[in-house]
């Protein structure tokens, strides 16, 4: 089993995309790359950590491929757009790719690229492609947080 790390707005949406998809086997929320020690949620939300809002994969490699994970990870958000995503604002929302390996720096940096030069977008991709640090776990209360709502809406008959 490999992990990916990826950045792209409120950790939920994030996770939520990530979970269902075929070849991956678990995935979590947290947070990763700023200059705080295990911080909490209001920690980062007060913009003093520079840490991201990340959703932290593992996957099987037999089962899906890097490159497709990146696939989905710039689909599921606007990657020109810089420390926001819909109406979040703030360094912890940025677009960030964190790579565990040699191979996925690699493979990360010709995805941006590509799609860079794809035309498909008026602006630059500002994504940022960084080496994974600590990974410091979310409460428990955001691990699935959009999957326990749903849940709970389908409970109440709602």
């Known amino acids: 089993m490999e992990q990916a790390t990826f950045g792209a707005g409120c950790f939920w949406g994030v996770e939520d995309k990530f979970r269902h998809v075929p070849g991956v086997i678990a995935t979590s929320v947290g947070y990763m790359g700023g200059h705080f020690e295990n911080p909490c949620y209001l920690d980062v939300l007060s913009r003093i ?3 991201a809002e990340v959703a932290q ?7 899906i491929r890097y490159a497709e994970l990146l696939e989905k990870f710039w689909q599921i958000h606007d990657p020109t ?7 979040d604002r703030g360094e912890q929302y940025r677009s960030v790719i964190f790579y565990h390996t040699a191979e996925q ?5 010709q995805s941006k690229q590509a799609l860079d030069q794809s035309g498909q977008y008026d602006r630059p991709i500002v994504t940022q492609i960084q080496p ?9 209360y955001h691990q699935q947080y959009l999957e326990k709502k ?3 809406s389908e409970s109440r008959g709602v």
């Open 150 to 152: 749903r849940q709970a």
């Open 81 to 87: 757009s810089l420390n926001r995503q819909g109406a």
């Open 132 to 140: 994974a640090s600590t990974y410091w776990l979310a409460e428990d």
């Open 105 to 109: 720096r690699q493979i990360a940096l």
């Open 49 to 51: 950590t520079g840490h």
């Open 57 to 63: 994969l593992t996957y099987d490699p037999t089962l």
